[in-house]
Structure formats: structure tokens, C-alpha cells
């Protein structure tokens, strides 16, 4: 399974969250299977986005189009760090 860690400051969480709610259809069509949303104990508004791809090729055109730049600067986004992972292993204890 292929997966993106993204963690990122916004400006507010609700608004942020709003939009992220919305972009739910081009998320999934895009490739995203499932996501886990956290944040910092001492700071709701730095984000962690945690999610699983059907390949880190779509998700990486998928994060560095032009229309995503544009959702993310309307959902008060800054300064996004993305790392594109490979899963090697899962278990449960």
C-alpha cells in the first residue's frame, strides 16, 4: 500500500476542514482509498493528513495540481510538507 503524510498549518481548522469535506469526490477519484486526520496536542491548527493511494503517482499529480494549489490556498493552508511513502509493513499488537 502506498501512502502520503502531509502535515501543514492552517489558518483556522474549521474552515480548513469545511473545504477538505468538499473536495471528498476528487479525492477518491483522484485515488485516495481511506485517510486519518490528527493534530497536534498543543496546536489544532497544524494539521497531520494521513492517507492510502492506489499509487504514489496519482497522488503526487493529484497534490501538485494547479487546482489543488488553488484549494489549498482557499482553505488557508501554509507551507504543506508532503512525504510519499511505500508501507513495508502493518500489524496490530
Do not use: C
Request: proline share 2%; aromatic share 12%.
Amino acid at each position: 500500500m502506498q501512502h502520503v503524510l502531509i502535515i501543514h498549518e492552517v489558518a483556522s481548522y474549521p474552515a480548513w476542514k469545511t473545504v477538505f469535506d468538499q473536495a471528498a469526490a476528487i479525492r477518491k477519484e483522484a485515488g485516495e482509498i481511506s485517510y486519518r486526520l490528527l493534530r497536534f496536542d498543543r496546536d489544532a491548527n497544524r494539521i497531520v493528513h494521513f492517507s492510502a493511494w492506489s499509487s504514489l503517482d496519482a497522488a503526487r499529480r493529484f497534490f501538485e495540481s494547479a487546482e489543488l494549489v488553488e484549494i489549498r490556498k482557499q482553505a488557508g493552508v501554509k507551507a504543506p510538507e508532503f512525504l510519499y511513502l511505500h508501507e513495508i509493513e502493518q500489524g496490530v499488537l
